[in-house]
């Protein structure tokens, strides 16, 4: 696997080696040995998560208090346009974001440590969107970060205004977010 830096200390983009040929591909899509030494980190995955969305959904910032989760990203159908922002009050990065795209076609995947907001967007008709974390869903730590926070001023590629849940729309300002 390839592993490259981001803008964001500990955000990875992490390329597996994909084995192709005229029958199709094969690729080994995590292996907990590898991953921990080709990110210096010593976590383990406790849950997988897949959702399915369609295009123009926005879900997210999301974050947990109290039991903050990492996030192994994916896209195995689609493109989402995936963002992670610094929400690490110590961090040399504290409030600055990260986006990226992410498809089906090159494979790449996005380590997001715990600390860090998450949310996506989803570019084309719809999304197959796969993430492990390192910790379980515990809807009372739970945060959500409007996704069109001015502070942040993420630039998401956007035709209009996105499809957001009912909680999404309500977030809070990264300004008034609690950390």
Not at 96 to 115: A, C, F, S
Request: net charge negative; hydrophobic share 40%; with cysteine.
């Amino acid at each position: 696997m390839k592993v490259t830096p981001t803008a964001i200390a500990d955000v990875l983009v992490i390329e597996p080696r994909v084995f192709g040929d005229s029958r199709g591909f094969f690729f080994e899509s995590f292996n907990q040995r590898d991953f921990n030494a080709a990110t210096g980190t010593d976590f383990s995955f406790v849950q997988d998560n897949h959702s399915r969305s369609a295009k123009g959904v926005l879900r997210g910032l999301h974050y947990q208090l109290g039991q903050p989760q990492g996030k192994l990203v994916r896209v195995v159908r689609g493109a989402v346009f995936d963002v992670a922002v610094d929400i690490r009050p110590a961090s040399l990065t504290f409030g600055k974001w990260i986006g990226l795209e992410l498809n089906e076609h090159d494979n790449r995947q996005l380590w997001v440590p715990p600390g860090l907001a998450h949310g996506f967007l989803v570019l084309s008709d719809s999304a197959d969107f796969l993430y492990k974390t390192t910790d379980y869903y515990a809807p009372a730590q739970e945060r959500c970060i409007v996704w069109n926070d001015p502070t942040l001023a993420i630039n998401w590629p956007l035709d209009g205004t996105p499809t957001l849940s009912s909680k999404d729309s309500v977030g809070q300002a990264f300004k008034a977010a609690a950390l």
